[in-house]
Nanobody
């Protein structure tokens, strides 16, 4: 069974930066289109960034465009999300998964943007 492990979250002030990591094991990571998702309190999970298997094509939700950058290292079975100019509305639990998602999800990593 595939395992997804997100890390790198934390408490950051508005305008700050964080880099999230997503380690994938138990599957052939390099062939999958991948995505970062997030779920804010009381809201549905939303997709914020996607990346093709070769890492060339990336897409972003309008709310994070220009501030977030998704990347991947297929040799390390890892995907990243560089988040800059963070806003309070970016506060959420961040998850990674395939497109379409695997049947299971990781535990996520909490990002809190606050003074």
């Amino acid at each position: 069974q595939v395992q997804l492990v997100e890390s790198g979250g934390g408490l950051v002030q508005p305008g700050g930066s964080l880099t999230l990591s997503c380690a994938v094991s138990g599957s052939i990571f390099r062939i999958y289109f991948m995505a970062w998702y997030r779920q804010a309190p009381g809201k549905q999970r939303e997709m914020v960034a996607t990346i093709t298997s070769d890492g060339i094509t990336k897409n972003y939700a309008d709310s994070v465009k220009g501030r977030f950058t998704v990347s991947r290292d297929n040799a390390k079975n890892t995907m990243y999300l560089q988040m800059n100019s963070l806003k309070s509305e970016d506060t959420a639990v961040y998850y990674c998964n395939r497109i379409p998602p695997f049947g299971n999800w990781g535990q996520g990593t909490l990002v809190t943007v606050s003074e």
